[in-house]
């Protein structure tokens, strides 16, 4: 059996919580900050969990993510 591949970018900006889950940065909040209203700032300050179909896609692309 060939060794899995993890994808480089999904490991730069996807982790994995204690009980499993994935979650990510919000995206967004990069540059061009004077122009984006401050609702949509402060929602993308922290970390979400992403839903079930989309971690299944994650989790193919990081087989061995730890922690």
């Known amino acids: 059996m060939p060794k899995l591949k993890t ?3 999904a ?3 996807f982790s994995r919580t204690a009980t499993g889950k994935i979650k ?3 995206a967004h909040k ?8 401050q609702k ?6 922290g970390t979400v969990t992403l839903q079930k179909g989309d971690s299944t896609l ?3 692309y ?6």
């Open 7 to 9: 994808k480089s970018g």
């Open 11 to 13: 490991k730069k900006r």
């Open 24 to 26: 990510m940065n919000v």
């Open 30 to 37: 990069r540059h061009r900050l004077i122009s984006k209203p």
């Open 40 to 45: 949509m700032k402060r929602k993308a300050r």
């Open 58 to 60: 994650v989790k193919w």
């Open 62 to 67: 990081m087989p061995y993510l730890r922690g």
